[in-house]
């Protein structure tokens, strides 16, 4: 059975950090491209970054480049989000995704294969 679990969100002033941690198990974790997207309240669920199954490309959502790193560690099968410079806009539940895809995990999330429960994160003003 496989699942991803997301753990790091939390409240956070604006410009602050937060790394978001999403531990993978039941698939083979280097075939499958990780995502993050991101829903906030009363909106759809957006796409943040992703990395394919080897890490050599990530991919970013516009207002993500340069305050956002999208990581994996394939030993401990687990894929990161560092998030810095943190505004009041980046407050949503972020969702980790697995697909055998990096196209999917970045541009079709309603094919994902796999998506956790969800963090959340809170950025005050």
């Known amino acids: 059975q496989v699942q991803l679990v997301e753990s790091g969100g939390g409240l956070v002033q604006a410009g602050g950090s937060l790394r978001l941690s999403c531990a993978a198990s039941g698939l083979t974790f280097s075939s499958y491209a990780m995502g993050w997207f991101r829903q906030a309240p009363g909106k759809e669920r957006k796409f943040v970054a992703s990395?394919?199954?080897?890490?050599?490309?990530?991919y970013y959502a516009d207002s993500m480049k340069g305050r956002f790193t999208i990581s994996r560690d394939s030993a401990q099968n687990t894929v990161y989000l560092q998030m810095n410079s943190l505004k009041p806009e980046d407050t949503a539940v972020y969702y980790c995704?697995?697909?055998?895809?990096?196209?999917?995990?970045?541009?079709?999330?309603?094919?994902?294969?796999?998506w956790g429960q969800g963090t959340q994160v809170t950025v005050s003003s």
């Open positions: 995704a697995a697909d055998t895809s990096i196209v999917t995990v970045t541009h079709i999330p309603k094919s994902v294969d796999y």
């Open positions: 990395v394919s199954g080897s890490g050599s490309n990530r």
